[in-house]
């Protein structure tokens, strides 16, 4: 049982002076990440589209919402274990992609997935790793074997890349792929613009395109319009190896791949028709990412889609945009029983996964929380899981609910 597990190995620790290493409170743990992080990896991690009032949203919607427990249920701390895509979960919840995450730690998503396979959960690989996905299903692999992995997609303009990061995915045991449909383009973001900072200019975050076939292989083709510049970094002299071990070992075809993903990773006019061709091409699980309109998920699943996933990345997209909580029941609705719906942004703690299940979601995913963990490395990714679950198990027990699949909105006096 997490709940008591947790508690007690840390009131245990208590008794030998020895607080957490890694904050239990959430706005604890964020002030502790922010110490560590240079200006940049804050603005970029912790930041939001214009004023951020998407990210408030996100969480004013857990607030709104409240618990209406019911007491002298007689029944033990319930299970977490369910099963998605064919396989058994330890929980509904999993770590949602977020890149660049060399920004908060060297080992980035090597930890981050490490952490995850150790509790049962699955990891979704970004589209944007530090690391390639081959190296961090390796990772996962070492820790559990079979472990729980997701690759996330994002739809460049070069389709012979969306090929091949799909058939890589598919060779590396990835159990599904995650394809996110808000992110066309980077939303406006202040607080990276005020420092003039983004990562992929750097060579940072581009791992899967720096060893990618098909990527490399497009370099020495010409790039419409300006090419953007780009300066030697310490992070493209990292790049290296990878580079040379494919055969395109200097610096200046560092520089070449760093412009060309600029030129090709932005794709405004993605639609449907995008989303029915990657269908269309693996067999993997399909799930949409990026959705908040009840319309837009009735025709993901109309094209096919195996689960939509309800998000607004976290509030760095589009300010002013509906939280992702609020726009949950309604989605829920449009699909009825067809898919699973998954859900982020906003999720700080285990009560809130507990919200979101009871909206219908049937897994939950945690950002930024688990990226402030990572500034203490995979113990820290680690002790935010377990703190989430322990949180979690003990939120269901005491509202009253004997299994996951007493669920349901009555919880939250919406019966």
């Given amino acids: 049982m997490w709940g008591r597990r947790v508690q007690q190995a840390i009131y245990l620790e208590g008794l030998l002076g020895r607080k957490p290493k890694v904050p239990v409170h959430p706005e604890a743990l964020e002030k502790a990440a922010r ?13 939001g589209a214009g004023l951020e009032r998407t990210m408030a949203a996100n969480l004013e919607a857990f607030r709104r919402y409240a618990f209406r427990p019911r007491m002298l249920r007689g029944a033990p701390p319930p299970a977490l274990e369910v099963e998605l895509f ?5 929980a509904p919840l999993f770590l949602a992609p977020i890149g660049v995450l060399e920004l908060a730690h060297r080992a980035g998503d090597l930890a981050a997935a490490r952490a995850a396979a150790q509790r049962g959960v699955p990891f979704m690989v970004s589209n944007q790793s530090s690391h390639p996905m081959e190296a961090i299903a390796e990772a996962m692999e070492g820790v559990r074997p079979g472990a729980l992995r997701f690759f996330q997609l994002y739809h460049s303009t070069d389709f012979r890349v ?5 058939r ?9 792929v995650v394809l996110t449909v808000d992110t066309v383009q980077l939303g406006w973001r202040p607080r990276d613009l005020d420092l003039g900072h983004l990562p992929f200019l750097k060579g940072q975050g581009l791992a899967q395109y720096l060893t990618d076939p098909a990527f490399l292989a497009s370099l020495g083709e010409p790039l419409e319009g300006p090419s953007p510049r780009v300066r030697p970094s310490l992070a493209l002299l990292r790049a290296l190896p990878a580079l040379r071990r494919a055969g395109k070992g200097s610096l200046a075809q560092a520089l070449k791949a760093v412009r060309r993903f600029v030129a090709t990773y932005s794709f405004p006019e993605l639609s449907w028709e995008e989303v029915r061709r990657v269908r269309e091409e693996t067999a993997l699980p399909l799930i949409l990412k990026g959705l908040l309109h009840p319309e837009d998920a009735k025709r993901a699943v109309e094209i096919g889609v195996d689960a939509v996933y309800v998000s607004n990345h976290g509030g760095r997209q589009v300010d002013g945009a509906m939280a ?9 609705r449009a699909v009825g029983d067809k898919v699973p719906v998954l859900m982020d ?3 700080r703690n285990g009560a809130d996964v507990a919200k979101a299940l009871a909206l219908g979601a049937k897994a939950v995913g945690l950002g930024r929380l688990y990226a402030y963990g990572l500034f203490f490395g995979e113990e820290g990714v680690g002790a935010v899981l377990d703190y989430v679950l322990a949180e979690l198990e003990l939120t269901l027990a005491l509202v009253g609910v004997g299994g996951l699949g007493e669920l349901g909105p009555h919880l939250l006096g919406l019966d």
């Fill in 35 to 47: 110490r560590r992080a240079s200006p940049e990896a804050w603005a970029y991690l912790a930041g």
């Fill in 86 to 90: 064919g396989r058994r979960w330890a």
């Fill in 162 to 166: 969306v090929r091949s990061f799909l």
């Fill in 168 to 176: 890589r995915a598919e060779a590396a045991g990835y159990m599904g």
């Fill in 324 to 332: 992702a909580l609020d726009a949950l029941p309604g989605v829920v």
């Fill in 345 to 347: 942004s906003g999720v």
